[in-house]
């Protein structure tokens, strides 16, 4: 039965596409209508690698299309009607339902212009219809820009089909509505229909790693914009029987990943005016920028800069301690309000080190001001962080939601960013590591990629120096060396707590048996050097006897104990960030009357072309036992192709590292 029920949709849908292309000038007709049910979509289930799949999407429409009226110009109208089917407990949230409309003061803004909605059940071999309650719809103010119009449809059960079909009217032809063709529920149908009138020029970006099928990509008359008579250009895109995109760990963000389609506008052409163009390349988008207020003319106010600059660099020549001295000041005068920008919230940085707080827009501008002042060549890079996605690298300059600085001494680039006061000079933030920044020359309008993959390594040294006794209890010192990303991260966790002692507890938290009596952290301050611990401790129960046998696992709290790569292929990449190496040395003193039985096997593991290595090795001198072993992650980026040895690298780590050294006691 439901091998029938999805060959009657793929039917359907079959028959849908070939209607689309046997009508070439008309609009295209919706397949799909609100409200008729096919009863066989009631057995639907989910198969395969979908099989525990909380609800399947039955199919997801979208129309965009254009409007026009004498007095308000153009709009463009967005049309959605989506439809599961709700499989187990885990899929009910599907029921309540949300929709963003975006507004800019007064003047612009976005319209709910019609939403429908209903739940449908089979009951005594009956379908029985529950509409959308008036008391189920709530608007909320998210912020000043954003309200959030959301929705809960009742009588949602396992075994219910849901639908919702809505409309928005929107003031803001420069980006289009664009179109998601997976999510993380299996979907049997995606459809975008896309009508665009001659006037308006848009560039359109497709990603993913999923396959968008374009079958209609024509020229017709704009007969649906009522008093007009243009052409229009008219393109459908789909997408069928498309697979869950199952979260993986180590990506950037899972929408660089979701198989989508993006509009933004390049150009206007109206009939009697001239070709206008918007973003429509590099020069043009760095000139527009060196004009803004809120970005290059706010780099060139420098009153504040001119007041503080001679008590900041104290007579200071050499160029690297000047640039420091300047960052150190803005990371130690600014706070950052976690705020993403590429717009600088003022037009004067005197008014964000009045106000002693600011986005990393405001924080990394004040800075470009000071250094500007100070004669020293820096100039901004804008970035797409990882949650926002990976830039499609053509001129769009809506792309990017953030901005650093850089400045080259020498032959070495230095990437600023003062948002986090741990941060040293020429080291990115983890949410800027997406690969690449645009740099821009705002008085000759060149600009360029940067690659932004890390010049400093990320490490951390684990060396446990450590006596077992007779009781099964381990004494002795813990060492640990950080630098780069690690030592970045622990700082960053140090700073969180309200005191050392929270800091020791925090740490201690997944440790069992561990008891610190002494604490130490050097250089927490200096950036420059190796952040070290150091502790006296002693540890209990990780230690296991049975008869005159004594079982011990040496990498103690330190081991992998999951392999994160799960699935047994991967479409997309694995993203890092950046390079890593952990390295663990313990070293074990065991009693008189103890002697080995039994050690692990040692070994070097390599992934292909030295792109990683896993090794672990024993050594035995008397009646101590050494162990050392080294993880190496030598890129920050793997391809799909790569995933299969990267997985069977981390299955070996986790493997080997469980190992347990069994001593055997003299009787």
């Not at 997944?510 to 200096?526: P, R, W």
Request: glycine share 6%.
């Amino acid at each position: 039965m439901q091998k029938n029920a999805l060959k009657f949709l793929t039917l359907m849908l079959c028959i849908g596409v070939r209607t689309l292309y046997a009508q070439t000038t008309q609009p295209v007709k919706r397949e799909f209508k609100f409200g008729k049910i096919v009863p066989t979509e009631f057995e639907v289930k989910a198969s395969g690698p979908d099989s525990s799949a909380s609800a399947i999407k039955l199919f997801d429409v979208g129309d965009c299309y254009f409007e026009y009226n004498s007095t308000g110009g153009f709009i463009y109208v967005f049309e959605r009607h989506i439809r599961y089917k709700i499989l187990n407990k885990n899929g009910y949230d599907l029921a309540n339902f949300q929709v963003e409309l975006y507004r800019n003061g007064n003047s612009a803004k976005e319209d709910l212009s019609f939403m429908d909605a209903a739940t449908y059940n089979m009951v005594d071999g009956k379908m029985v219809t529950s509409k959308l309650n008036k008391d189920a719809k709530f608007t909320e103010e998210f912020n000043k820009n954003y309200v959030i119009k959301k929705f809960a449809l009742p009588n949602v059960k396992e075994g219910s089909i849901i639908e919702f079909k809505y409309k928005i009217r929107s003031d803001f032809t420069f980006t289009l509505r664009g179109w998601k063709f997976q999510s993380s529920i299996p979907t049997l149908w995606s459809e975008y229909n896309v009508k665009i009138p001659e006037y308006f020029i848009y560039k359109t970006n497709t990603s993913g790693y999923y396959q968008i099928e374009h079958p209609v990509h024509e020229t017709a008359t704009a007969s649906y914009i009522p008093g007009l008579s243009s052409n229009a250009a008219y393109d459908k895109y789909c997408a069928a029987n498309v697979p869950a995109l199952k979260e993986e760990p180590y990506v950037t963000t899972m929408d660089d990943y979701t198989p989508k389609i993006e509009f933004e506008l390049r150009g206007t052409q109206f009939p009697g005016a001239m070709y206008q163009d918007f973003n429509g390349s590099w020069p043009k988008i760095i000139n527009g920028l060196a004009e803004d207020e809120n970005f290059g003319g706010f780099i060139n106010k420098n009153s504040y800069a001119k007041s503080v600059l001679p008590g900041i660099l104290k007579g200071e020549k050499d160029t690297l301690a000047a640039v420091k001295l300047i960052f150190n000041y803005v990371k130690n005068n600014l706070k950052w309000n976690k705020q993403y920008s590429k717009y600088a919230n003022e037009t004067n940085p005197k008014s964000i080190f009045e106000k002693k707080t600011g986005s990393s827009a405001d924080i990394n501008l004040a800075l470009l001001s000071l250094l500007k002042e100070a004669k020293i060549e820096a100039f901004p890079v804008l970035i797409s962080t990882r949650e926002n996605g990976e830039h499609p690298g053509y001129p769009v300059v809506s792309a990017f939601n953030n901005v650093i600085g850089v400045t080259q001494i020498g032959n070495t680039l230095y990437f600023l960013d003062a948002t986090d006061r741990d941060l040293p000079a020429g080291m990115l933030d983890y949410e800027n590591l997406s690969h690449q920044g645009f740099y821009m020359d705002l008085k000759s309008f060149n600009g360029k990629w940067l690659s932004t993959e890390p010049s400093v390594s990320s490490e951390k040294v684990f060396v446990y120096n450590m006596t077992l006794d007779k009781d099964h209890k381990l004494t002795g010192k813990i060492n640990q060396y950080s630098k780069g990303y690690a030592a970045l991260n622990l700082r960053n966790k140090y700073r969180k707590t309200n005191n050392e002692t929270e800091f020791i507890k925090n740490f201690k938290k997944d440790k069992a048996g561990l008891e610190i009596s002494t604490y130490k952290i050097d250089n927490l301050d200096n950036l420059d050097e190796l952040l070290t611990e150091n502790m006296d401790v002693v540890i209990e129960d990780n230690v296991e006897e049975a008869g005159n046998l004594v079982y011990f696992t040496p990498l103690l709290f330190e081991r992998t104990k999951e392999n994160l790569f799960k699935l047994e292929q991967r479409k997309f990449p694995v993203d890092f960030a950046y390079p890593f190496k952990e390295s663990y040395r313990i070293t074990v003193n065991f009693p008189d009357d103890y002697e080995i039985d039994k050690l692990p096997k040692g070994g070097i593991y390599k992934l292909p072309e030295d792109n990683g290595t896993f090794t672990i090795n024993y050594v035995t001198e008397g009646k101590t036992l050494m162990v050392k072993s080294i993880i190496n992650v030598s890129k920050s980026l793997y391809t799909p192709e790569e995933y299969f040895d990267l997985k069977e690298l981390f299955k070996t780590v986790v493997e080997k590292q469980a190992e347990q050294i069994v001593f055997k006691k003299k009787v």
